[in-house]
């Protein structure tokens, strides 16, 4: 999977907390839950070594994190752009998940081999 633009809520799953914002190309967390946002079209190879990128554009509360492969990354709490490598444990999709009623959005993810 290469870079993802949220211009679609197409190819993911779009919990109660969270929006698609096509307009602005983000997606975004209101924080009233830590549910996630999962990718439905893609899975990773378990065993497999992924660099994943993605930008936190605003932020108010809370924390936000990406999870791949049964992976969890760094929780961030600050603004920029966000790069971790990941070696998948298993073939769970992959998420952007909020913590502590996170408030924010993020926009370009990126998972690459």
């Given at each position: 999977?290469?870079?993802?633009?949220?211009?679609?809520?197409?190819?993911?799953?779009?919990?109660?907390?969270?929006?698609?914002?096509?307009?602005?190309?983000?997606?975004?967390?209101?924080?009233?839950?830590?549910?996630?946002?999962?990718?439905?079209?893609?899975?990773?190879?378990?065993?497999?070594?992924?660099?994943?990128?993605?930008?936190?554009?605003?932020?108010?509360?809370?924390e936000v994190l990406f999870k791949l492969g049964g992976v969890s990354g760094q929780a961030h709490t600050t603004i920029g752009i966000k790069t971790e490598y990941i070696v998948a444990t298993s073939i769970d999709r992959l998420k952007i998940d909020s913590q502590s009623s996170f408030i924010g959005s993020v926009k370009d993810v990126s998972v690459k081999e």
């Open positions: 999977m290469n870079l993802m633009y949220f211009l679609s809520a197409t190819s993911w799953n779009v919990n109660s907390n969270w929006n698609i914002n096509t307009v602005l190309g983000v997606a975004e967390a209101d924080g009233t839950s830590d549910a996630d946002l999962n990718q439905s079209v893609w899975l990773p190879e378990e065993g497999k070594s992924y660099k994943v990128t993605f930008e936190v554009v605003s932020r108010s509360q809370g």
